[in-house]
């Protein structure tokens, strides 16, 4: 027997080969990566809001605290002020505004705007100011709202704009982005203006980046390093169990000496301890069965053959016997009739020995013919008519009209319906029988129905197993080693082909032989499905 006929051992190269297609160091290293890189996004995102919150509220705080201290310098200035003339008013304004004018030197990056209140959007008028040409639209309208119905500071975020065709400000060609502190301030003779501080903020929108940037860079980084640490420790403790499965797939290929290294690390020296202890075992458990199962076939083989002669002799003297039957008295002439009754059976069974003893000694051959199914069927079934009609039994048979071409061997072909429908008459229980045949361009299907005892759900894995039977009591009318279906499953295989069963207690069962037309072919349809029946 060889070693990868053993039971389980099929399955387990199948577990085999899905592993080597999924690599467990593959695997381990990808979900870490993944893990990692939620991980360290989640604390680079918490980390870098807090440093923009803690950047921009700082920036706040000095914004609101110089606008507050700037508005109080503004409001003492226009306090000294006793002319009523509107140009002297006016250069007041001026000299007011320049002094909230940053040098270029200076870097400060503030802007001051001064004017009316309640005054458009758009041009300056005559009595309002800003510095450095800043236009008057780099005020967002909703802080403006708020400045009107509010005696605090208020603040907004938006961009300062030049007035058109000017552009003096020596931070940026284009519109920085500002921080806008909004007040309002009461100026003698005039009323109430608002002011309105803008502070560049470029430079901390700069940092953020930097500090994005900073993470992001960091961030990929760490989790490289953590794929190439991960990679190394697993890659080192996937070996062992790389070189296990190894040496598992070659002891399934029948490789029995290979054995796993013990060298290394405590635990790895361990398992590879445990797994050659194992596979001592299995060598010696499968060698075991090996030489059972040689010693077996041959035995059966051996007296198979060896019956033959003294059968031989016996079928002779029966015959002798039978033929002079009339001669003898009743009792004589009917023991004469038992006996070579008995000796046929007997023929039949070691015939069927022999046979199983060609297939697990592997020596079976196939003798294709390009026959005609249809034809072969009812050669079979002619052939068992009066057997059927000695149990009140008739068959019936449904077929296509035009002939179905198959790549047979006539004489397996026959054994398989025979053996079903000996089965079928057996527990037919005096019950007409069915049998449905079937033809695509590349299948074959035949099914043979009966409407007797029926099988239980748990006896439908087991009919085609040797020497089963579903009612060892029950009187057989053939054979009786439980051999038959084995055999025929057998034949079947030979043919690519399958022997499908159902049955329920009652209702019968049914048997379905699918096989393809051409050999060599696979097995890809079924024309008669097995949930076709009414259950």
């Not at 577990?15 to 979900?31: E, Y």
């Not at 250069?91 to 940053?102: E, Y």
């Not at 296509?400 to 026959?414: G, K």
């Not at 029926?454 to 085609?464: A, D, I, K, P, Q």
Request: hydrophobic fraction near 45%; charged fraction near 20%; proline fraction near 4%.
């Amino acid at each position: 027997m060889a070693l990868a006929t053993v039971p389980g051992i099929s399955s387990k190269v199948n577990d085999l080969t899905i592993m080597k297609r999924t690599s467990l160091g593959v695997r381990v290293v990808a979900s870490t990566v993944v893990l990692c890189t939620v991980a360290i996004s989640i604390l680079a995102f918490v980390i870098l809001v807090r440093v923009q919150d803690g950047i921009k509220n700082s920036r706040l705080e000095s914004a609101l605290s110089e606008s507050q201290s700037s508005i109080y310098q503004a409001e003492l200035q226009f306090s000294f002020l006793s002319t009523q003339l509107l140009s002297s008013y006016k250069v007041a304004l001026d000299n007011v505004i320049s002094n909230f004018t940053p040098s270029n030197q200076s870097g400060s990056g503030r802007e001051v705007i001064l004017i009316q209140q309640n005054s458009p959007q758009g041009t300056l008028l005559d009595a309002e100011r800003t510095t450095n040409l800043i236009s008057k639209n780099s005020i967002p309208a909703e802080l403006r709202d708020l400045v009107r119905t509010s005696s605090t500071l208020q603040h907004s975020y938006g961009n300062i704009i030049s007035r058109e065709n000017v552009s003096p400000l020596s931070v940026s060609a284009t519109n920085p982005r500002a921080l806008i502190i909004g007040g309002k301030v009461s100026l003698p003779t005039v009323g109430i203006y608002e002011i309105y501080f803008l502070f560049n903020i470029e430079n901390e929108y700069r940092n953020i980046a930097l500090v994005r940037s900073t993470l992001l860079v960091g961030g990929l980084t760490l989790i490289l390093l953590i794929a190439i640490i991960v990679a190394v420790v697993v890659r080192q403790v996937v070996r062992p169990v790389r070189s296990a499965a190894q040496i598992a797939e070659k002891l399934a290929a029948g490789q029995l000496e290979e054995r796993m290294s013990t060298d290394g690390a405590e635990e790895i020296a361990s398992l590879g301890s445990s797994f050659n202890d194992m596979a001592n075992v299995l060598q010696e458990q499968i060698s075991r069965l090996e030489n059972l199962s040689r010693v077996q076939q041959r035995f059966v083989a051996d007296v198979s053959h060896e019956l033959r002669t003294p059968l031989t002799t016996m079928r002779m003297a029966a015959d002798v016997l039978y033929r002079a039957r009339d001669n003898f008295e009743p009792t004589i002439s009917r023991s004469a009739e038992l006996l070579l009754a008995q000796i046929d059976r007997f023929e039949y069974m070691l015939g069927e020995l022999l046979e199983v003893s060609r297939f697990d000694a592997g020596v079976v051959r196939l003798e294709p013919e390009l026959l005609d199914f249809k034809v072969v069927v009812h050669r079979s079934i002619d052939a068992l008519v009066p057997i059927a009609h000695d149990n009140r039994i008739d068959i019936h048979v449904t077929e296509p009209a035009e002939p179905i071409s198959v790549v047979l061997d006539p004489r397996r072909i026959d054994r398989i319906l025979r053996n079903l429908l000996i089965n079928a008459i057996e527990h037919a229980e005096n019950k007409d029988i069915e049998v449905l045949i079937k033809a695509t361009e590349q299948t074959v299907a035949i099914s043979v129905r009966d409407y007797g005892v029926g099988l239980r759900r748990s006896e439908l894995t087991r009919v085609f197993d040797r020497f089963w039977r579903a009612d060892p009591a029950r009187a057989r009318t053939k054979g009786g080693t439980g051999l038959g279906l084995s055999i025929a499953q057998e034949d079947a295989q030979l043919h690519s082909g399958v022997i499908e069963v159902w049955g329920e207690i009652g209702k019968g069962a049914e048997f379905i032989f699918t096989f393809p037309r051409e050999r060599g072919q696979s097995l890809i349809e079924r024309p008669i499905p097995i949930l076709h029946i009414d259950k």
